[in-house]
């Protein structure tokens, strides 16, 4: 680890599992963070999603790089007062189970800031900690659900269509960062730690944008428009020859010039089509104009003339073209990690591109309990002997 | 401003406008920076975007409230000279701008970083500063689109499907707020200022989860699946008789509860659903089965017997309900600001919260130059006379 990294030096303890949590501390880990994720003998559940490569699962591996795995028995005192000393060796908990589990374990925040002063406790769940939900079970459909995000996604058809990704962990997981962040910032200037509180429900909410304003203030209810734009138009796809592109032609200025790209200067003319006002007004009359010039040509040939015009466009990508993009692949978004053991495993690279301190994928997820020994020695200082026999007793892995 | 805030005292100049930017700062506004908008005199362009109250923005309140105005022209030599003093004044700069843009302006981090040493300096755009694209022009669409997000979101007839917000520009912006919050980390400890470059593009990719992994290792092309999840089943949306719920019992005991409440307990003991793997290859038996017991009471009278047996549901709330629900009211996630003039409107709260320092939504937003005075005054010590001159020569507004 040669690179500079922005949390070089910060210690997070990972309680957590599947998505949500691990999106938060693989953020951390991305800039830097040393993340211990504290797991049961068995593994975090995610451990077997698939798909796998060579019995490890892809999917735990491509949100869990960068992080160093202990496995711990909880319920074994001896298991128990090592994870307490980890909470000392810590900066940062983050954890994303049920909201009364860490409680029961006697780790919740109240407890464990009496044995490290300082420290930044950030927790992850459905519904938060407060509220009539708070002890709710919630999946990220359900919070895609209950935000109102699925309400205003989908086709004309009705039927309800979720967010492709899991939305909901990924958002809780940035804002539990980003509270993350800002609390070690503010522990710097001031010396206090603190508890943290994010939800995928909050998380949602929050990212819907225009959409609460519409209804609060303009008295509309948003409704899924397919791939078009509330306010704008032209601003979605539409089906070339051979497969669908996106052009996003809002201003008056590129919407002349798409017309002209088409050989239908007329449209741009028309009464009906003059402002965006009335092209959103207007808007499956217009699509229905570009529609019939747009089926004429290829999606390469109409990316080639609207490259030429700066009209914003592209092609919808299937996973496998991005992947193949030359300019992803300039970026670092996908990059490889190599397992002695799992080999290589293609994943996204880190978004965070610093100057000073780049964000970056350093090494590949842990093995359950890959880093048992290594941290019960360098962070706690335990003997081969203690560790041995720790071992032998189950009480770690 | 009584309330403690993790990032009192963080000076930002905000060169932002639309939404990624926007974004970006609303959220280090959120967490308590001081955050100055500095914006042409026509104002930033989202400021005639739909819905208004009284000819101010809703969408513009919505994304800009905690932050102050100034409104100068940087075409002018004056007020290009303010500009250059409100940058020595402050710690981050956030721009969106297209990527050549503040090169022509010299306001590009090599320029300014040779005014104000220790600058921590965001960049957020489209596809970035680097790469064949990074001049393209883009928007979310185009960038939902490239970066695969659209090819698995969306129903099964095959018709593109946009997120419902413009979660392309709402990434970028959570991207580099967190990379900023990073660096003012690595700053306090090392002094160093750094340049920060985030893509719409970049952030998407890294919003994937195991949709990459489902290709580079599982070898399949992950495609949309309407609510259903690629893993897990049940897991999505059922008609009941009046509206569409959730339910996500992916577990063997979660199905066979489900089971029995729908009085099919045939099904848990079926071959064909006996285990999540089974479940997911039968996905489509499986979900007809359950539809045409769902079918047969309302949303309502399944969620009392869902929730009875702890299993995850939800209703697909419209906006109007997600903001009437009393978990969201009791959580803050929708708040009211109240302008002298413009008067209540109603917008997303914060998801940071924080014990602390809770993210708060303290001040709505400005309207165009309103703290172009008192930022002139109290930031930069001009006189009322110097003031009144820059106003009278349309130098500030």
Not at 249 to 263: I, M
Not at 290 to 308: M, N, P, S
Not at 373 to 384: A, M, T, V
Request: proline residues 5%.
């Amino acid at each position: 680890m040669s690179e500079k990294t922005a949390l070089h030096g910060v210690k997070v303890l990972d309680f957590t599992h599947v998505l949500a949590g691990p999106t938060c501390t693989m953020i951390l880990a991305d800039l830097g963070a040393d993340v211990v994720k504290l797991e049961p003998l068995h593994g975090d559940d995610s451990r077997v999603f698939p798909p796998f490569k060579k019995e490890e699962s892809a999917y735990f591996m491509s949100i869990n790089r960068n992080k160093r795995s202990i496995a711990i028995d909880l319920k074994s005192e001896k298991g128990m007062a090592i994870c307490k000393r980890l909470v000392e060796w810590a900066d940062v908990i983050v954890e994303n189970f049920k909201t009364t589990t860490m409680k029961k374990l006697g780790l919740d925040y109240d407890s464990v800031s009496k044995i490290k002063k300082n420290l930044i406790y950030a927790a992850v769940s459905g519904f938060g900690h407060t509220g009539p939900y708070s002890e709710k079970p919630a999946y990220d459909v359900v919070a895609q659900a209950m935000s109102g995000m699925m309400s205003i996604t989908g086709g004309p058809d009705g039927r309800p269509v979720r967010v492709g990704s899991s939305i909901g962990d990924i958002m809780a997981g940035n804002h539990a960062a980003e509270a993350v962040l800002a609390a070690l910032y503010y522990r710097e200037k001031t010396g206090e730690g603190q508890f943290i509180d994010c939800a995928m429900l909050d998380g949602l909410i929050y990212t819907l944008e225009n959409a609460i304003v519409r209804h609060t203030v303009g008295g509309e209810l948003p409704r899924p428009l397919g791939t078009a734009h509330p306010s704008i138009a032209p601003f979605q796809a539409f089906k070339a020859s051979d497969r669908y592109l996106i052009i996003a032609a809002g201003t008056n200025l590129l919407f002349s010039k798409l017309c002209a790209c088409l050989g239908r200067n007329d449209l741009a003319e028309s009464e009906e089509f003059k402002t965006n006002h009335l092209r959103v007004q207007n808007r499956e009359k217009l699509a229905d104009e570009l529609q019939i010039e747009l089926e004429k040509k290829t999606c390469a040939e109409w990316c080639e003339i609207l490259e030429k015009q700066h009209i914003p466009h592209g092609p919808i990508y299937a996973i496998n073209e991005m992947i193949e993009d030359e300019h992803v692949k300039i970026r670092k978004m996908i990059v490889e990690t190599k397992h002695p053991e799992v080999g290589t495993v293609r994943m996204a690279g880190t978004p965070y591109k610093m100057s000073k301190t780049p964000g970056s994928v350093r090494t590949p997820a842990p093995k359950l309990g890959e880093h048992t020994c290594e941290i019960l020695k360098s962070e706690l200082n335990l003997s081969d002997i203690e560790i041995k026999k720790l071992l032998e007793e189950k009480v770690v892995r």
